[in-house]
């Protein structure tokens, strides 16, 4: 089957860590988007990537980056210095042209010890 | 600069009865306009979108939504309430201008009473 997955599940952050959460996609969508997902706030859109090699800064980017070397494949690294990270993380993707639905991962629950 | 207005955080509703959630859009160009479900812990899930076709857009699990240009208004409705409905509601707006970035209102959490 088609879909999303994002690991892990669940994911703990000591102070000071840098810690990565992984998204990935088999619907052959060529861009991938990074929610982050607070109670009471909707979604906010950490990153974006229309293709391979390039991504674009979102509306709260500041102590996130991400990487996209493969279609596949759009990993969020959450940074020390975010300092706040305690959320519900959201990995989407769509295809570019048009304006297409966003399929959406099951979702990462970061917290912090 | 697109946004979305979700008028109520909290709906509840008595099983069987009508599902009104309300969505109000700004844009400055022709918008697409989604409503999406989501259930404790999971991601979202498309129940229906808007693309400039018809304006009465008919989604899953037996939901609908009017877009109405005048009132700058695309709400939600399903005439029976069913338990399985209470779920957390996103609508979002996008439109042709760049990238498809969506803007995504605050949500609605849907309650439904037996």
Known sequence: ???????????????????????????????????RQDPGQGLR????????????????????????????????????????????????????????????????????? | AQSVTQLGSHVSVSEGALVLLRC?????????????VQYPNQGLQLLLKYTSAATLVKGINGFEAEFKKSETS???TKPSAHMSDAAEYFCAVSDLQGAQKLVFGQGTRLTINP
């Open chain 2, 74 to 76: 695309f709400h939600l």
């Open chain 2, 24 to 36: 109000n859009y700004s844009s400055s160009v022709p918008p697409y306009l989604f409503w999406y």
């Open chain 1, 1 to 35: 089957d088609g879909g999303i997955t994002q690991s892990p599940k669940y994911l703990f952050r000591k102070e000071g860590q840098n810690v990565t959460l992984s998204c990935e996609q088999n619907l052959n969508h060529d861009a991938m988007y990074w929610y």
């Open chain 1, 45 to 113: 859109l950490i990153y974006y990537s229309q293709i391979v090699n390039d991504f674009q800064k979102g509306d709260i980017a500041e102590g996130y980056s991400v990487s996209r070397e493969k279609k596949e494949s759009f990993p969020l690294t959450v940074t020390s210095a975010q300092k706040n990270p305690t959320a519900f993380y959201l990995c989407a993707s769509s295809i570019v042209q048009g304006w297409e639905t966003q399929y959406f991962g099951p979702g990462t629950r970061l917290l912090v010890l």
